[in-house]
């Protein structure tokens, strides 16, 4: 069951909320993260949203909420902002959109990432919307990043304040405020001056060597 539903989800990694390094970000509320893994959010149609700048761990927790939802064994979708415009250019080239926007509707979770990297033109934004709402009448939840602020929102969803309402209403609204988690590793790695980083054959990790 697990793997089925993990096979058609389109996640593009696993990540899990162990894997996770709460004190690198202090910002978040690890109790609020630990109450949405309980996946009460799933049941009740909450919504969850992620925003903050790239590398603090948005997709990450996503992730980690989707395979959650996979191990009850309910079905999700994952797909970028982007995947999804392409999706629903070439859906609507080809006269499925009413299929394809069904089929974005009866997963139990959806999860649209990077949402605002990249504008959706206003279609698809009006698209996305229709999806939106129709899953918040069937109380289905969806997970969205994005790295804008909500005063942008307006812009990215070709302004339709009806389908941000509902959105935004009944939602966990997660703001990370904090440094990349890559920058972190990029910083271990020249630690000490003339530190090489060095392929850990044990680990399949890099580790890091002082001349
Ligand atoms: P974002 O989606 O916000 O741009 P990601 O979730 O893609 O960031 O995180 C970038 C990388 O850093 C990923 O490999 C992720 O697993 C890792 N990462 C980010 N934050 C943390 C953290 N606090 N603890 C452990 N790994 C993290
Ligand atoms: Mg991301």
Redesign the pocket.
Known sequence: MVETSLHFSGLPWT?RLN????S??PSIDRTLIEELATGRFLDEGRNVIFK?P????????AIALGLGCAERGQRLLFLTAMELARRMKTAFAQNRMPHYLKMLTTPKLLIVDEVGYLGLDHEQASLLFQVICSRYEKQAATII?SNKAFSEWGHVFAGDAVALDRLLHRATVIN?KGES??MKEKRLTGLFPGAVALPDSSKGGTRTKTK
């Open positions: 990540k894997d996770f390094d709460f690198f970000q903050g790239p590398g603090v761990g948005k997709t990450h927790l990043t990370i988690y890559r």
